[in-house]
Structures are given as structure tokens and as C-alpha cells.
């Protein structure tokens, strides 16, 4: 592993470790979130970061960076709210790796203004 000058960590694994590496990370991200847990939002929030990351898609792809897979629909998006505090889906998920990651949240920013 190693992390880059955008503070990007970046590591390469065999295609037999990746599952192992994938769950470990899953557990540590799990973890971590008991720690520090997400504030409450309700449905309309909720329909604001979604609207805002239907928007991102298009900005991130316009940079560059088109999404690696299809956004859910809001009934979906809302339903992963609900069951498990926040949707499992968020447009930056499928970005890897960009070369200015700061810039990049400039042109595309991650939430909508006053999250």
C-alpha cells in the first residue's frame, strides 16, 4: 500500500487476496462508523443528496470519470436509507484513484451546498 501525494492510498492484490482485503476493509469501515456515527436525516434530505448525486454523476463523467455503475432509483435509494441509516450508493463510490482528487471535489463536490 501506499499512499499518494493526493493522499490517496493505493495498493495492488492478488486476485485470491482481494476478497480477504475487501472484507477486512468492510469490517474496519464498520468499526470506524460505530465510532463516529452519521447524523440523523430525514426522507427529504435524503432526497436532496440523492438529486445532488444524480447531478454528480454527469459532472464526475464530464471530468472524466463516468460511473461504473448505474444509479438506483430514489424509491431504492431511499429503501437503503432507511434499512441501514444511509444509502449504500453515492456517485463518488466508483471513482478510483483520480490525479487531484482535491481538485476534482472543487469542480464536483461530494455534497450539496449546506450539507
Known amino acids: 500500500m501506499q499512499l499518494d501525494e493526493n493522499n490517496v492510498i493505493n ?11 475487501l472484507g477486512d476493509m468492510k469490517s474496519c469501515t464498520s468499526d470506524f462508523l460505530k465510532s463516529y456515527p452519521r447524523p440523523t436525516v430525514d426522507v427529504e434530505g435524503w432526497r436532496r443528496m440523492y438529486a445532488h448525486n444524480v447531478w454528480l454523476m ?10 461504473l455503475v448505474e444509479a438506483p432509483s430514489e424509491a431504492e435509494y431511499l429503501d437503503q436509507a432507511r ?3 444511509a444509502p449504500e450508493w453515492y456517485a463518488y463510490g ?19 451546498a449546506g450539507w
Open 11 to 21: 495498493y495492488e492484490v492478488s486476485q485470491a487476496q482481494e476478497s480477504k482485503l
Open 58 to 67: 454527469g459532472c464526475l463523467t464530464k471530468e472524466g470519470y463516468p460511473p
Open 83 to 85: 434499512r441501514n441509516g
Open 94 to 112: 466508483a471513482v478510483k484513484n483520480p490525479k487531484d482528487i482535491n481538485q476534482l471535489y472543487e469542480q464536483c463536490p461530494q455534497e450539496p
